[in-house]
């Protein structure tokens, strides 16, 4: 019962009532009791594997049952063992029970990792802001238990010049110390995915800091730490190869690469010098056989004893400079090619590396190099990030990222809104490990040097239905005057897709006024060119005549991942954290109709 006020002085009363199962649920316990009042395991069972698209045994059918007649009735010894519709019903309205998507692992782990999307933070240790805003280990540890794998982390001495401090640098923001996020990182890294977090730094760093770092990071990480053997990588390794282990992505501080530099421009000067007229001596015609021989040993002798004493003097310069330590612990090389954009996107066949760009610079490079962005991203990483001018830490579309390939689409994890809320639902997928396997044609080139093109036209490959019977759960999680002080709220659903530009769609169902368990049963199609990318995206409002919509819950779901049947959606709120009891009563279905891409 619920008590309303209206007019200043007058009350109404509104009547909670629970919804009957919707008649498609009548219907399906009817078929598959054969007409009775009970349904049994074996018949359950059917149910599942003509309905739910299968995966069960009779073990796993007779534990639902067990478990919906413990939840129903409370009873710890229950003589029946068959459900009666209203069990079948709590049991297809449970999120618990009956998901939409899988919670494991299910993909192909066995690839290098740039053939993967892996789930990206930017600016991790922000709490909000981008101008003022706490730096702490806190939101670092909270994204890590959500799944995310890749950590950025911007490294600024402190004012003595004598520690590193994490902060976003020339702002007001306040500092945290290194050491404290890499021991959170080490405690939490794993919570929600044996899978290997790769920590980016954004180094503003003097040598002797540099040197500090790589203790720290070895000290703190030891043999969680991946230090490749060889400085660039042909290929990454594997997701399943780098279970709990910690990646470091960095560019290569200056002092090694001016180092480097030197060592090759006294190599340079040395074959100069080795090949000039006054160390060649006589010309070959003057001289003998034995003493060309004599000549040739000599001067072949000289270039490897000046080549050795190079390499000991630029390896003495590397270390006492603590260049070569942290150059060490780079397992992902980052760096930014002299000359335009279509050099930075060259892909070499002997390493492989990341590059980094700006939301903006990949709007740019998709809409002149679009071809070359998705070559790229098939071997080496491609990291994108916010422009500087979101100091609010809003977020931008990552579909742009994702449909050409770019495995890091770096988010602000506390700029909550619809953007973020695609980025929870794409790694919902593969169980929410943190790492999702981009499909075959971002990975492959056709017969005539062809990549995927996510702006052309593209036929329907696949056909999703969707039904939104109904919704409950909202007066067990709000308080009866949260969405409306005069009457129960009016409710409607926002059903739509999230993808390449010819999938995007948004629809709406009806109002239910004056509702805490709105019954819509209205059903909507979705033709898709890309269903490999597409996200559905699910959204309930209550319709407010005066004033603006009230948010009552959303959330993305990967279709490429949706369970046929019946399905329970639990939602979310703003902030991407589940709601205790607010779930939709749902149905999928597909439809195929091509098979344009493998």
């Not at 996200?535 to 209550?542: A, P």
């Amino acid at each position: 019962m619920g008590t309303y006020r209206y007019c200043g002085c007058f009350t109404r009363k509104f009547k909670y009532t629970e919804a009957d199962p919707p008649l498609d649920v009548k219907e399906a316990f009817e078929k598959y009791a054969d007409g009775g009042s009970y349904m049994t395991a074996e018949q359950l069972l059917r149910f599942l594997t003509e309905v739910q698209g299968g995966g069960a045994s009779i073990t796993d059918v007779e534990q639902i049952v067990h478990q919906v007649l413990q939840m129903r009735h409370h009873v710890k010894k229950f003589t029946r063992r068959t459900l009666t519709l209203d069990d079948f019903y709590h049991y297809l309205f449970s999120a618990y029970l009956n998901p939409p998507i899988d919670n494991k692992v299910h993909q192909e782990m066995t690839a290098p990792l740039s053939h993967y999307f892996i789930y990206t933070g930017h600016n991790s240790y922000l709490t909000g802001n981008q101008l003022s805003s706490d730096c702490s280990d806190v939101p670092i540890i909270k994204a890590l238990k959500m799944g995310l794998r890749v950590v950025e982390l911007d490294l600024w001495p402190n004012s003595s010049n004598d520690d590193v401090h994490v902060l976003h640098g020339r702002t007001l923001t306040t500092p945290v110390e290194l050491i404290k996020c890499l021991r959170s990182i080490k405690q939490h890294a794993f919570s929600a995915s044996p899978y290997p977090v790769i920590i980016t730094f954004e180094d503003h760093l003097n040598p002797d800091l540099r040197v500090q770092v790589a203790e720290m990071v070895t000290q703190t990480f030891g043999d969680m730490l991946f230090c490749p053997e060889v400085e660039c990588l042909q290929e990454f390794p594997t997701p399943e190869d780098l279970k709990y282990r910690v990646i470091i992505s960095t560019k290569p501080p200056t002092e090694y690469l001016e180092a480097k530099r030197k060592r090759k421009d006294k190599r340079s000067t040395s074959e100069r010098e080795n090949y000039s007229d006054d160390e060649w001596g006589k010309e070959p015609s003057e001289l003998t056989a034995d003493q060309e021989y004599d000549e040739k040993s000599s001067s072949d002798s000289s270039e490897a004893d000046e080549d050795d004493e190079d390499d000991e003097a630029s390896n003495h310069e590397l270390h006492h400079s603590g260049a070569s330590s942290y150059n060490r612990l780079i397992g992902i090389h980052a760096g930014k090619p002299k000359g335009g954009l279509k050099e930075q996107l060259k892909v070499e066949p002997d390493k492989v590396r990341r590059l980094s760009l700006s939301e903006q610079a990949l709007e740019k490079a998709t809409g002149s190099h679009g071809t070359d962005v998705i070559r790229f991203t098939m071997r080496n990483f491609l990291r994108i990030y916010p422009k500087g001018t979101r100091l609010t830490s809003s977020n931008y579309k990552p579909f742009i990222g994702w449909t050409h390939g770019a495995q890091m689409v770096a988010f602000n994890m506390q700029g909550y809104g619809r953007s973020l809320w695609l980025m929870h639902g794409m790694f919902r997928a593969n169980g929410g490990c943190g790492y999702v396997k981009k499909p075959l044609f971002l990975l492959n080139v056709g017969p005539h040097g062809e990549v995927f093109d996510p702006k052309g036209a593209l036929p329907v490959k696949r056909t999703l239905k969707v039904k939104v019977y109904m919704g409950d759960g909202w007066r067990l999680d709000f308080k009866p005057t949260h969405f409306d002080l005069y009457s129960p709220p009016d409710f409607y659903t926002r059903v739509g897709i999230a993808g390449v530009p010819q999938d995007k769609i948004m629809k709406k169902t009806k109002i239910m006024e004056d509702n805490w368990t709105p019954v819509w049963n209205e059903e909507f199609i979705f033709p898709l060119a890309v269903p490999e990318l597409a996200l559905l995206r699910v959204e309930v409002h209550e319709y407010d005549m005066s004033d603006k919509d009230d948010f009552a819950g959303q959330t993305c779901l990967p279709v490429s991942e949706l369970k046929p049947g019946f399905r329970a959606v639990p939602l979310f709120n703003r902030k991407g954290d589940k709601l205790d009891s607010v779930r939709l009563l749902m149905q999928f279905e597909f439809l195929e109709t091509s098979n344009r891409f493998s």
